[in-house]
Structure formats: structure tokens, C-alpha cells
């Protein structure tokens, strides 16, 4: 090997066929062969290829795991609120689960991204006027805007989360970008995390049933609870302190299951032609439907952005713009189910909210499947995917505060 490499030294395709070969061997022969090649460039190169160390997981400093620690134990206090003051459970979580975590990490990015002292108090007066508003609503279980609230409530608390993370940078794609970026990210550590607790949890439980020790009770509500609470935090930290933990997992991930849910999707809509399925009638069936087109919507975006960041080739986007197609034909399915309800009954609160939420994400996936088949004929940078995707951020912001603060007030919380 020693021979071959030093004959090849200046033939840059026969050196790459001699690594992928053997990579190992190569690796042993090339660092003992150093010595007598480096002061050529390419040996040099190869030498640094070859040597490179990754590096180890960055834990910040003191003040950064601190804050982690202490975020932590807040977001754990906040969710133990119920048993602390002694309320409903069910309907605490109903309207602030979003305020365990969101927040916290608002605060986290305000200070990191050293946020500007007016958009830090405008973010502020967000989270506190809503935390008002939500729970000072009627308590009524049967109330349709009351759910909806409910259900838009986070999505307020995210594009929040959003114009801290942004922060100065308001009109930038590349930064809303990024904050799409970070919530993928945040979710493939986050399920890393989740799995491995979970792990930690049946170990303990086994270990301890051993010794006739019954802390499930104790384990439940606080380790767990806590540890729930936490894990976006740390989550978080993680991925901003070491962006390269999940920066090769995410182009995979899309890489991977673009053309899967591609598939599904065809066979879908084969089965439910051939089924006689009718979403127009079956009000169960179009929930279901929309809620599957709201996945296949958070698919496409998440493919999308890894896309425009690393590029997949014309095959990556190929996939992505047939999964932007069928899913657009899903969505005039809908869409065509929800306007003949409506049409049939009125506009009650949630077919508004359905009506609503298809006509921006039918607008949407246009948008991206334009630009994907541009991208696709050369007439378009990747970016531009990214950018028509980034553009509609603010509306997708806007649709969540008029669903949550206007709406259960037009149809007096009905």
C-alpha cells in the first residue's frame, strides 16, 4: 500500500479508489509514509483528512449550565403547579402546557442572541397577556372556541419563541430559516433524549423491584414530570452549543423518509379511491385527513430546509416536489370536503379553523412546488426554496393569533 500511495501521490482519483478500498489500511501505510512526502501539498491534505479529530461535546460555560439547571427546575415547578395548588389537572394542561417550555427557552435565546431591550419586553407582555387571557376563558368543556384556543395557543407561544430567536433580525429568511432549522434539530435531540430516559425509567423500576422497593409513585410525579419538562431545555442547549451532533442526522432523516412518505401517500390515495371512503360526509374521516395533511405539510418543510441548506441533488428534489404534489392533491381533497360542509351547514368555529388552515397550506405547498420545479429546470438557486417557506412564517403567526385572541370572541365563546 505504502508503494502505491507514494506512486499515485500526484493521480488524485487513483489515491480516493486506494482509501475506499481499504480505508483502514490505507490510514496506517499513508501516517507511515509521512514523513518522507510532507512536504508535498497533497500528502499535506491527505494527512489532515486523514487526522482530523472531531470535536468533543462542547458543555458551555459555568453560566450556561446553570441557566440549563435552573430552567429546568422552573419548567418542572410549572408543570407540578396542578398538585402544588391543588387544580384541575386536565384543564391546567389544556391551556398551559405551552408555558412549561416556551418561555424558558424565549428567555434563553434573548439572552444568547443578545435580543434588543424593546423586542425582550414586547416578547414579555406576549407571553403574560396570553397566559391571562387563556385562563381567564370560560370553563366550558362543550365550547368548540375554547378547544380551538386551546389548540392555537402554542402556535402564538412558538412564533413568540420565534421573534426572540429572530430578534434583530426580523426580515432576514436566513434567520427565520435558521429558527426552523433549530426546531428540527431540537426534535431529533429531544426524541434521543426522550428514548433514553425512557430506558433509564425501566432500568430504575426493574432494579428497584428487585429489592421489593415500590417508588413508581415518587418516580412519576417528580423525576419524571422534571425530567419531561426538561428535556426540550437541555435539548436545546445541546444543539446550540454542538451544532454538528445533528447536523449529519437531519439530511438522513429527509433523505430517508421523503420517498417513504411518498409512497404512503400514493397508496393512500390509491386505497381510498378504491374503498369509496367519503370525506365530504364523514366528519371523523376529514379530521383525520387534515391532521395527516398537517404532518405531511411538517415533513415537507423540515425536507425542505435541509434541502436548501446541503443540497440533495436532483433526486432529493425530484422526491420532494412529487411529495409537494400529491400532498397539494390531498389538500384540495380537503379542501373541497371542508367548503362542502360549509356550504351544506354554515361556518362553525372549527370548520373556520379547518377552512382556514388548508387555504394556507394549499397557498404554501404551491409556493414551495413552484420554486422546487424551478430549482429543478435550473432557473432557481436552492435558497429559494428555503426563502418561500421562510416567507410565510409571519402568516402561518398571524392565522394562530386570530384563532386563539378573535375568534372565541366573534362567536362569544361558544
Given amino acids: 500500500m505504502r508503494e502505491k500511495i507514494k506512486i499515485n501521490l500526484e493521480n488524485p482519483e487513483r489515491l480516493e479508489a486506494l482509501y475506499r478500498d481499504n480505508a483502514t489500511h490505507f490510514k496506517q501505510a499513508f501516517n507511515l509514509l509521512y514523513p518522507e512526502i510532507s512536504e508535498s501539498a497533497t500528502a499535506q491534505c491527505w494527512y489532515a483528512r486523514l487526522n482530523y479529530e472531531e470535536k468533543k461535546i462542547s458543555w458551555g460555560t459555568n453560566n450556561d449550565l446553570v441557566f440549563v439547571i435552573i430552567s429546568s427546575l422552573v419548567a418542572g415547578l410549572i408543570a407540578k403547579t396542578p398538585d402544588f395548588l391543588a387544580l384541575n389537572q386536565d ?40 397566559a391571562i387571557y387563556v385562563n381567564a376563558l370560560p370553563e366550558d368543556n362543550q365550547s368548540d372556541t375554547l378547544i380551538l384556543a386551546c389548540i392555537h395557543l402554542p402556535l402564538v407561544l412558538w412564533a413568540t419563541l420565534g421573534f426572540t430567536f429572530i ?16 426546531n428540527g434539530d431540537l426534535l431529533v435531540m429531544t426524541t434521543l433524549i426522550l428514548i433514553s430516559g425512557a430506558l433509564l425509567v425501566a432500568v430504575t423500576f426493574g432494579l428497584f423491584q428487585l429489592i421489593h422497593l415500590q417508588i413508581e409513585k415518587f418516580y412519576t410525579e417528580y423525576v419524571i ?80 430546509t435541509v434541502t436548501s441548506k446541503n443540497g440533495n441533488g436532483n433526486i432529493g428534489i425530484l422526491l420532494l416536489l412529487l411529495l409537494s404534489l400529491v400532498a397539494l392533491i390531498i389538500n384540495a381533497i380537503a379542501l373541497s370536503a371542508i367548503m362542502f360542509r360549509i356550504t351544506e351547514g354554515g361556518l362553525t368555529p372549527n370548520r373556520l379553523a379547518v377552512l382556514g388552515g388548508n387555504v394556507l397550506m394549499l397557498t404554501n405547498l404551491a409556493m414551495v412546488a413552484y420554486r422546487l420545479f424551478r430549482t429543478m429546470r435550473k432557473r432557481d438557486e436552492l435558497d429559494a426554496i428555503g426563502n418561500s417557506i421562510a416567507y410565510f412564517l409571519p402568516i402561518y403567526a398571524v392565522w394562530a393569533h386570530f384563532m386563539t385572541f378573535v375568534v372565541p370572541v366573534l362567536y362569544h365563546f361558544q
Fill in 91 to 130: 384543564l391546567f394542561f389544556q391551556r398551559n402546557i405551552g408555558f412549561i417550555v416556551f418561555p424558558l427557552l424565549s428567555i434563553y435565546f434573548a439572552w444568547k442572541h443578545k435580543t434588543s431591550t424593546g423586542k425582550i419586553v414586547i416578547g414579555a407582555v406576549l407571553f403574560l397577556l396570553s
Fill in 225 to 304: 414530570v422534571f425530567g419531561l419538562a426538561a428535556s426540550p431545555i437541555f435539548g436545546t442547549y445541546l444543539v446550540q452549543r454542538n451544532p454538528e451532533l445533528v447536523d449529519k442526522v437531519s439530511p438522513v432523516i429527509a433523505k430517508v423518509f421523503t420517498p417513504l412518505v411518498l409512497i404512503t401517500l400514493i397508496a393512500y390515495l390509491i386505497a381510498l379511491v378504491c374503498s369509496g371512503k367519503d370525506p365530504f360526509n364523514d366528519r371523523d374521516f376529514l379530521m383525520i385527513f387534515n391532521f395527516m395533511l398537517i404532518g405531511v405539510m411538517a415533513i415537507i418543510l423540515f425536507a425542505s
Fill in 167 to 182: 430578534g434583530n433580525n426580523l426580515k432576514s429568511y436566513r434567520h427565520r430559516l435558521d429558527f426552523l432549522r433549530y
